[in-house]
């Protein structure tokens, strides 16, 4: 049976690279991201399936995991950055915190338990993409690292509830993305890696599957 994917965020940056470096090696691939225009043109150029929507929606979410009735690989990559420019905690606007939350702690949470019947089926795994703003103190990063923290102890908690799935989360570092060009301005992001380099990476983690814990990508 071929092995099947699962990626959220899949219209660019590590999402899209990494589509591309499962689909060379064979995987059959499910993509979901909310710009409908490139992730339809993704998926055409990979001969994947392209469900476009937001993943806080919660009938988007039994869309992604019905197409899924045995998953191999489960991807949390869709993330959101919060409010630019990148606000001091101070001043940080708590509406947008919320729907911060949710787009990058909830929405994860819910897209593994309704795929996890899948998964288990498959003895799959999960890679939820996180931060080293989760662990490091800085200025401006208060928000989106916060929620990038929860997201890795739900990881956490969930490779010792989970055994016998294979859990990562994984810290990217930084990437030549739209998201840090946003954060830092075009020509800083410019100099950062290119996201094809960190979804090789990615990959020989999926391949090798060592035991379930935090990686640096870079």
């Given at each position: 049976?071929?092995?099947?994917?699962?990626?959220?965020?899949?219209?660019?940056g590590l999402?899209?690279?990494?589509?591309?470096?499962?689909?060379?090696?064979g995987w059959?691939?499910?993509?979901?991201a909310?710009?409908?225009?490139?992730?339809?043109q993704a998926?055409s150029?990979?001969?994947?399936?392209a469900?476009?929507?937001?993943?806080?929606e919660p009938?988007?979410?039994?869309?992604?995991?019905?197409?899924?009735?045995?998953?191999d690989l489960?991807?949390?990559n869709a993330?959101g950055?919060g409010?630019?420019?990148?606000?001091r905690?101070?001043?940080?606007?708590?509406d947008t915190?919320?729907?911060?939350?949710?787009?990058?702690?909830?929405?994860?949470l819910a897209?593994?338990q309704?795929?996890?019947?899948?998964l288990?089926?498959?003895?799959?795994?999960?890679?939820?993409?996180?931060?080293?703003?989760?662990t490091?103190?800085?200025?401006?990063?208060g928000?989106?690292g916060?929620t990038?923290?929860?997201?890795e102890q739900?990881?956490n908690?969930?490779?010792?509830?989970?055994?016998?799935?294979?859990?990562?989360?994984?810290?990217p570092?930084?990437?030549?993305?739209?998201?840090l060009?946003d954060?830092?301005?075009?020509?800083?992001?410019?100099a950062?890696t290119?996201?094809?380099?960190?979804?090789a990476?990615?990959?020989?983690?999926?391949r090798?599957r060592?035991?379930s814990?935090?990686v640096s990508?870079?």
């Amino acid at each position: 049976m071929t092995n099947t994917a699962l990626i959220t965020g899949a219209s660019r940056g590590l999402g899209l690279a990494l589509a591309r470096s499962l689909a060379e090696a064979g995987w059959d691939l499910v993509l979901t991201a909310r710009g409908a225009d490139e992730l339809t043109q993704a998926a055409s150029e990979l001969g994947a399936t392209a469900i476009p929507g937001d993943v806080t929606e919660p009938a988007h979410v039994r869309r992604l995991a019905d197409a899924v009735p045995w998953l191999d690989l489960l991807v949390n990559n869709a993330s959101g950055l919060g409010a630019t420019p990148l606000p001091r905690l101070a001043a940080y606007p708590l509406d947008t915190f919320r729907h911060l939350l949710e787009t990058n702690v909830t929405a994860p949470l819910a897209l593994i338990q309704a795929t996890l019947p899948a998964l288990r089926a498959r003895r799959g795994a999960v890679v939820n993409v996180t931060s080293d703003a989760a662990t490091g103190a800085y200025e401006g990063w208060g928000g989106y690292g916060a929620t990038k923290a929860a997201l890795e102890q739900i990881s956490n908690v969930l490779a010792a509830e989970e055994p016998d799935l294979a859990v990562w989360w994984a810290d990217p570092g930084e990437m030549d993305t739209r998201m840090l060009a946003d954060a830092v301005g075009a020509d800083e992001a410019a100099a950062a890696t290119d996201p094809a380099k960190v979804a090789a990476a990615l990959h020989d983690l999926v391949r090798s599957r060592p035991a379930s814990g935090r990686v640096s990508l870079q």
